[in-house]
């Protein structure tokens, strides 16, 4: 099992900044993908930011040069910062990890963090 918690969501106008927190415990045994999901209302829950397999990162569209993923392994925490933020970046905000064993893949989520982005 992984237990995600996330912080750091909150209100902020247009053009301001945020910093996400996703605090991981539990086994990391055969993780190969950990990040950032979001789903705005009446939306489809959709990738913001994650490492993939190897240590790469891949950012969706919308969020490349304004978001950075980073991550503190020592205390095993994934850090999205977000800059720049617009109305559109309001939602909930998922911090994700999953684990790889052989053909299947199970995923883990967290609770989830509201951003509010004001115009």
């Known amino acids: 099992q992984v237990q995600l918690v996330e912080s750091g969501g909150g209100v902020v106008q247009a053009g301001g900044s945020l910093r996400l927190s996703c605090a991981a415990s539990?086994?990391?045994?055969?993780?190969?993908?950990m990040g950032w999901y979001r789903q705005a209302p009446g939306k489809q829950r959709e990738l913001v930011a994650v490492?993939?397999?190897?240590?790469?990162?891949n950012y969706a569209d919308s969020v490349r040069g304004r978001f950075t993923i980073s991550r503190d392994n020592a205390k095993n925490t994934i850090l999205l910062q977000m800059n720049s933020l617009k109305p559109e970046d309001t939602a909930v905000y998922y911090c994700k990890a999953v684990r790889k064993l052989g053909l299947y893949d199970y995923d883990y989520w967290g609770q989830g963090t509201q951003v509010t982005v004001s115009s």
């Open positions: 490492f993939t397999s190897g240590g790469s990162t």
């Open positions: 539990g086994s990391f045994l055969n993780i190969n993908v």
